[in-house]
């Protein structure tokens, strides 16, 4: 078999010796110019054919490669499946108890600024309540504050009104 190289070397003296016939000139015979063209004709045809069969190889070469890179793949999907079968059998519930883990700081992180606000909200409720308390306090002193006043001013009214009764029942 022969490489390119050498089919290209070939070709390339073919082609001189056609032309170094063209120089000699028209005196010659026409069965030698028959011949060199039988020659090219011969050389163009071999090339052809090795061409083809160049690329009938390529052609060769690159399905192997694909099949290869077919079974790698598959080979690379099963050795992900014991993988993840390997990874299962080691601890069967380290899944899930990522899982727990995750929702556990997921409350964690709402319930942070829940305590804060119930914290605040406690606070602002003694606050009110303690406001709310001093108030009725307030009012109860000044509910007996008026009782007083009430009963003082009917004391001294009534004492007046009995004060105007003697004073009328006196004029009679």
């Known amino acids: 078999m022969q490489t390119q190289k050498q089919t290209w070397e070939q070709q390339q003296s073919q082609v001189q010796r056609l032309k170094n016939s063209e120089s000699i000139g028209y005196g010659e015979s026409p069965t030698r110019e028959d011949k060199e ?4 004709r011969s050389a163009l045809t071999t090339f052809r054919a090795k061409e083809e069969e160049i690329e009938r190889k390529k052609m060769e070469v690159r399905e192997k490669v694909q099949a290869q890179l077919g079974r790698v793949e598959e080979e690379t999907k099963r050795l992900a499946e014991i993988r993840e079968e390997l990874e299962a059998l080691a601890d069967p ?3 899930e108890v990522a899982l727990v883990r995750k929702k556990i700081d997921a409350v964690n992180r ?3 600024p829940l305590g804060q606000s119930c914290q605040k909200k406690e ?3 003694k606050e009110a309540l ?3 308390n001093e108030k009725n ?3 109860a002193q000044l509910i007996t504050k008026l009782m007083e006043l009430v009963s003082e001013s009917e004391r001294l009214r009534m004492k007046k009104l009995e004060e105007l009764s003697k004073h009328i029942d006196s004029l009679r």
């Open 37 to 40: 063209e039988e020659m090219s």
């Open 93 to 95: 519930t380290r899944k």
């Open 110 to 112: 709402e319930l942070k």
């Open 123 to 125: 606070k602002e409720y």
């Open 130 to 132: 303690d406001a709310f």
């Open 137 to 139: 306090k307030e009012k």
